[in-house]
């Protein structure tokens, strides 16, 4: 019940309507949100680090390949940034050990920091990113093949929620993402 509740919600907007229906039960002291938790951390978070999360957020919830966070990131914080998100546990690590995934969002964080305000222009980065990687002659290269299809439930995610946005206005990234998601 609780998985179909967070489905028309998210994660946070459900959890914190279960805070909400707590409160009257446990005292004030023992009880915070998910939300207010998720902001303090947050708000601790370097600005780079901030606007690099809420970018990585916009992708699946699946392991980001090291060569798209190279897209995404600007190379002068890249190795800051990195170390940030993984230490204070934005993102987790590679289990792999192949050195070639950088590591993943959970959906509970990305799901937070849809609702935090952000720059129109971080979708349009994630897209111009993906499209950078996954560019025509890649396919051509078996020795990105592996990278590249970790790449791909990236460009699906991003396809599917450009499709379903009323109000954006750039409709080239749809074609471009649908191109890639294809």
């Given at each position: 019940?609780?998985?179909?509740?967070?489905?028309q919600v998210g994660p946070v907007g459900e959890l914190d309507r279960q805070h909400v229906?707590?409160?009257?039960?446990?005292?004030?002291?023992?009880?915070?949100?998910?939300?207010?938790?998720?902001?303090?951390?947050?708000?601790?978070?370097?600005?780079?680090?901030?606007?690099?999360?809420?970018?990585?957020?916009?992708?699946?919830?699946?392991?980001?390949?090291?060569?798209?966070?190279?897209?995404?990131?600007?190379?002068?914080?890249?190795?800051?940034?990195?170390?940030?998100?993984?230490?204070?546990?934005?993102?987790?690590?590679?289990?792999?050990?192949?050195?070639?995934?950088?590591?993943?969002?959970?959906?509970?964080?990305?799901?937070?920091?849809?609702?935090?305000?952000?720059?129109?222009?971080?979708?349009?980065?994630?897209?111009?990113?993906?499209?950078?990687?996954?560019?025509?002659?890649?396919?051509?290269?078996?020795t990105r093949w592996k990278e590249l299809n970790h790449c791909l439930p990236h460009a699906?995610?991003?396809?599917?929620?450009?499709?379903?946005?009323?109000?954006?206005?750039?409709?080239?990234?749809?074609?471009?993402?649908g191109g890639k998601a294809g």
């Amino acid at each position: 019940e609780l998985l179909e509740l967070a489905k028309q919600v998210g994660p946070v907007g459900e959890l914190d309507r279960q805070h909400v229906a707590l409160r009257n039960s446990i005292p004030g002291y023992a009880l915070h949100g998910v939300t207010e938790s998720l902001r303090i951390s947050y708000d601790r978070l370097p600005a780079i680090a901030q606007r690099d999360a809420r970018i990585i957020a916009r992708l699946a919830p699946e392991p980001v390949p090291l060569v798209l966070l190279k897209e995404l990131v600007p190379q002068d914080s890249l190795t800051e940034v990195r170390t940030v998100l993984r230490a204070r546990s934005w993102i987790v690590g590679d289990l792999s050990g192949t050195g070639q995934i950088y590591g993943r969002m959970h959906r509970v964080l990305s799901d937070f920091l849809e609702s935090v305000p952000s720059d129109d222009r971080e979708l349009e980065i994630v897209c111009r990113s993906l499209g950078a990687v996954l560019e025509e002659d890649a396919c051509k290269d078996p020795t990105r093949w592996k990278e590249l299809n970790h790449c791909l439930p990236h460009a699906d995610h991003v396809f599917d929620r450009l499709a379903t946005m009323d109000d954006f206005s750039d409709w080239s990234l749809v074609v471009i993402m649908g191109g890639k998601a294809g």
